[in-house]
């Protein structure tokens, strides 16, 4: 098997808090293959921001990174460790060089006071040789395949006289004109309207055949990862708790919190079922349940023994793996 | 359909806007000519892209909002009140009755007041209770009511997550024992996980106590699960209406179906038809002539251009406005 474009191992962080160390990333693994969509699922305050951003290494001065942790970024036959790129200069190429990210909210992420094309320009001519002319044509190009109507005219327009679903594809336009190897995308369709989502996800599936780029999709909407996603994993209080292919995980999932979620979602095609919510809040992070994360809520808990033991997790013959005491019972009985 | 308690005729809500000093001074049209029946205990949904006047109709109904034309008739068998002349003393009567349940419950409530200070403020400020006993025992019911553990009445709002937060929320709309809900997206906010719980509560308190809810929604699938009738908006205007059921198996009017094959499907080998819509919602500043969709629709022929569609009946209390709806049934 080839190399994966990242490879995320044991990833654990913490936050220094007046309330003490707040951990809100445990033991977190997962790779993304060259091309590949990855789906990251999970409630807010599950974490799947925080472990995007520790790729790019973008989390406030407070966090602090268990030593066990290692983020691997392979590109161009060169194997990098992300946690030992310390100067801004050698991050250049996590942060909008093989990496680029795009963000929830569109409005917050331009300069207000800076044209959307001065700020294209302004990434690309860091990123690379070229000068202003040719990454100026460079930004009108991505504005029009991103679908900006009059690119060149808007070239010079601000943030705020862009709709929301225009700014969220010069967001778009913006991150893909360096032509990163992994793309993050937190959320980037939870601001704007369902019309506007549709050809936003459109905008990026056809991005990601041209371009051959590898996608961090983080999303709380399972519709959204149905239709984007190679890959799924679901987290729940900073621990990573099912993985697989799209198909396993939303035809068979395998742990109760990703069945809860999924019964928790109406859906169009049957008006008649109850909405089963999960049962139970999320515990604050500062208090964290021993065991299994999710014992608290699970409606199939197997009481003592997950309170105690923190289940590892297994694959299961197709591939897909599960933490789960239970599911792992039933795995080894039949 | 039960008899309506709240009637709108060609109901308008304009707002001028200033800061040109000659010619005509710009109007957002931000509802116009809205005329809906909604019938009393049913859970009516109203649904539409941001934009689309669905808060401003929603805040109209509380008089949250003024009314520019046309009138509400709100009338719960005991009183009856027009909303757009409501007297000041009617008003205060009618505050009783009609309550909001916002969006964000983060910013709801005040994070200086104990939750019990934030359910009892309205019986306090309406004079609804003669004693603070009185009061106690009202929020203690209502808080029971709203599955809130009565030992987190002394505690403040921060200590809460989003679920338990609107569900203060809803205990506070609820406790002057309205009539009239208008929930303006009131699990937007909220995890898939605790946004079922929250929809399930509404609609057991809907039954309880025999309210009627306007549920403001840009969520299909919510409103689908949750509500009896449905009403679509699109740039201030009805475009279609209908109970939920028949909406959603055969909607009538362009509008309606793109919103519809929209969602993204929980499916990964079903992607979709190829209904999406291009381009966004115009100004309402500056709206289109004639049909306010025929600038993103596919059927769109001159008469949409020219002339701006009625609502038509389709019986079964279907309404659809639409020049071509017919033609279009496949």
Redesign the interface.
């Known amino acids: 098997m080839s190399l994966p474009l990242i490879s995320v191992k044991d990833l654990t962080l913490s936050f220094r808090t007046d309330e003490g160390l707040v951990k809100a990333v445990d033991q977190v693994s997962f790779d993304i293959a060259p091309g590949e969509v990855m789906g990251l699922v999970g409630e807010s305050g599950s974490g799947k921001s925080v472990t995007a951003k520790s790729l790019m290494l973008l989390n406030p001065d407070n966090a602090v990174y268990d030593p066990k942790s290692s983020i691997t970024l392979n590109v161009d036959d060169k194997s990098i460790d992300v946690f030992s790129l310390k100067k801004p200069s050698d991050q250049m190429i996590i942060r909008g060089g093989a990496i680029s990210m795009i963000f929830q909210e569109p409005m917050a992420s331009f300069a207000p006071a800076i044209s959307i094309g001065e700020q294209m320009v302004e990434q690309l001519m860091i990123h690379s040789t070229m000068n202003y002319a040719r990454a100026k044509e460079i930004s009108i190009e991505m504005l029009t395949r991103v679908g900006i109507p009059d690119p060149a005219q808007r070239f010079g327009q601000y943030a705020f006289e862009f709709s929301g679903g225009m700014r969220q594809r010069a967001m778009v336009a913006m991150a893909l004109s360096t032509k990163p190897k992994l793309l993050i995308a937190d959320e980037p369709t939870t601001a704007l309207d369902v019309t506007i989502q549709a050809q936003v996800i459109d905008l990026m599936k056809d991005l990601v055949k041209e371009f051959h780029m590898a996608i961090l999709f983080i999303t709380h909407d399972l519709g959204v990862i149905a239709q984007t996603a190679d890959q799924v994993a679901v987290m729940y209080l900073g621990k990573l708790i099912e993985k697989g292919s799209v198909r396993q995980v939303l035809r068979n999932p395998q742990h109760p919190y990703t069945r809860g979620l999924l019964d928790a979602l109406p859906r169009l095609d049957d008006l008649d079922r109850p909405l089963k919510a999960v049962e139970g809040d999320i515990p604050s992070p500062l208090d964290r349940p021993s065991g299994c994360v999710f014992n608290t809520r699970c409606p199939v808990s197997l009481g003592s023994e997950c309170e105690t033991i923190i289940p590892e997790f297994t694959t299961n013959k197709d591939g897909q793996q599960v933490a789960c005491l239970l599911t792992q019972k039933e795995e080894a009985e039949a | 359909m039960n008899e309506p308690i709240i009637s709108t005729n060609d109901l308008s809500v304009h707002f001028p806007l200033t800061g040109r000093l000659f010619g005509e001074k710009p109007v957002v049209r931000a509802v116009e000519g809205v005329s809906v029946d909604i019938g009393k205990g049913s859970f009516y949904g109203l649904v539409g ?2 934009g689309s006047g669905k808060t401003t109709f929603g805040r109209a109904l509380l008089r949250a909002a003024p009314i520019t034309r046309g009138s509400a008739i709100y009338n719960d068998g005991e009183v009856k009140y027009d909303l757009s002349t409501i007297k000041k003393h009617e008003l205060t009567d009618y505050r009783k009755r009609a309550q909001l349940i916002f969006q964000d419950p983060y910013a709801a409530l005040s994070p200086r007041m104990t939750v019990r200070d934030i359910i009892a403020e309205p019986l306090e400020v309406m004079g609804l209770t003669n004693s603070r006993e009185e009061t106690d025992e009202r929020v203690r019911e209502i808080a029971a009511k709203c599955r809130i553990n009565l030992e987190h009445l002394r505690r403040f709002p921060h200590a809460f ?4 937060r609107q569900r203060i929320s809803i205990a506070r709309a609820l406790v002057s024992k309205p009539n009239f809900i208008v929930a303006d997206e009131s699990v937007a906010a909220l ?7 929250v ?2 509560l509404l609609k057991s308190i809907q039954q309880d106590m025999g309210l009627t809810f306007l549920f403001i929604s ?5 409103v ?3 509500c009896d009738h449905v009403a679509v908006m699109y740039l201030g205007r009805l475009v279609e209406t209908a109970p ?2 028949e909406l ?1 198996a055969n909607p009538r009017h362009p509008y309606t179906k ?3 094959s ?8 079903d ?2 038809n190829p209904l ?3 381009g ?2 115009p100004s309402p500043t500056n709206p289109p002539p004639g049909c306010k969709f025929q600038t993103r629709c596919r059927h769109s022929i001159d008469l949409c251009r020219k002339e701006e569609p009625k609502l038509d009946k389709l019986g079964d209390e279907h309404d659809v406005a639409c020049h071509r709806w017919k033609e279009l049934i496949d």
């Open positions: 892209e941001s997550s989003g679920g338990q995890d898939v996980s605790i946004q079922a719980d929809l399930n840009h969520d299909l699938s919510v689908a699960h949750t939920t059921r959603f793109a919103l519809l929209a969602i993204p499907s929980l499916d990964p080998d992607q979709g999406k819509l291009e966004e919602i």
